[in-house]
T-cell receptor
Framework: SQQGEEDPQALSIQEGENATMNCSYK?????LQWYRQNSGRGLVHLIL?????REKHSGRLRVTLDTSKKSSSLLITASRAADTASYFC??????????FGTGTSLTVIP | KAGVTQTPRYLIKTRGQQVTLSCSPI?????VSWYQQTPGQGLQFLFE???????NKGNFPGRFSGRQFSNSRSEMNVSTLELGDSALYLC?????????????FGPGTRLTVT
């Protein structure tokens, strides 16, 4: 499968803690994106990082990309109950094929 | 701006039938992509349309097809439905082609095949 894989599959933390989830992929990419999905707001784009970038920030989100290891991580700082959702990475490879990872289910306990 | 809208939201069909799903992108967006989401296979890319042309296609059988109209609205058709086609079908729009642009997703159409 060309899909990325997220790790861990599920994560449960207390409100205020940081949450880190990782994504590994198999082929060379043009860019990598992170998405959040919950029942209330559907699938929402969080951040895009291009293959020539190593780190990006957006609010409480920090994404890193290591193309030599074919991996990315998403850090959510000072988590809130509203961050409870499934998080997916998605990659566009150099052949313009687009694949979602398997997702990490995050639960933030108030 | 109004978001991406998909119709219908829920659909129940019988094996062997065909179905057409509709997606209206955000005004000004010219790219529409379709995705299938199932518990077993996760989120999978179906195809992308840009300016009425299919730009990219995922690994799905020919029973899955789509088109885009001059106003950027898109339809997806599945013929000869199978039980395994039961899924949430998501459409996303973006201002440009490819994945260098942020995609905005609709709420999805939940298709159940019996």
């Amino acid at each position: 499968s060309q899909q990325g894989e997220e790790d861990p599959q599920a994560l449960s933390i207390q409100e205020g803690e940081n949450a880190t989830m990782n994504c590994s992929y198999k082929t060379s990419i043009n860019n990598l994106q992170w998405y959040r999905q919950n029942s209330g707001r559907g699938l929402v784009h969080l951040i895009l990082i291009r293959s020539n970038e190593r780190e990006k920030h957006s609010g409480r989100l920090r994404v890193t990309l290591d193309t030599s290891k074919k991996s990315s991580s998403l850090l959510i700082t000072a988590s809130r109950a509203a961050d409870t959702a499934s998080y997916f990475c998605a990659t566009e490879n150099t052949g313009n094929q687009f694949y979602f990872g398997t997702g990490t289910s995050l639960t933030v306990i108030p | 701006k109004a978001g991406v809208t998909q119709t219908p939201r829920y659909l129940i069909k019988t094996r062997g039938q065909q179905v057409t799903l509709s997606c209206s992108p955000i005004s000004g967006h010219r790219s529409v992509s379709w995705y299938q989401q199932t518990p077993g296979q996760g989120l999978q890319f179906l195809f992308e349309y840009f300016s009425e042309t299919q730009r990219n296609k995922g690994n799905f059988p020919g029973r899955f097809s789509g088109r885009q109209f001059s106003n950027s609205r898109s339809e997806m058709n599945v013929s000869t439905l199978e039980l395994g086609d039961s899924a949430l079908y998501l459409c996303a729009s973006s201002p440009g082609a490819g994945r260098a642009y942020e995609q905005y997703f609709g709420p999805g159409t939940r298709l159940t095949v019996t």
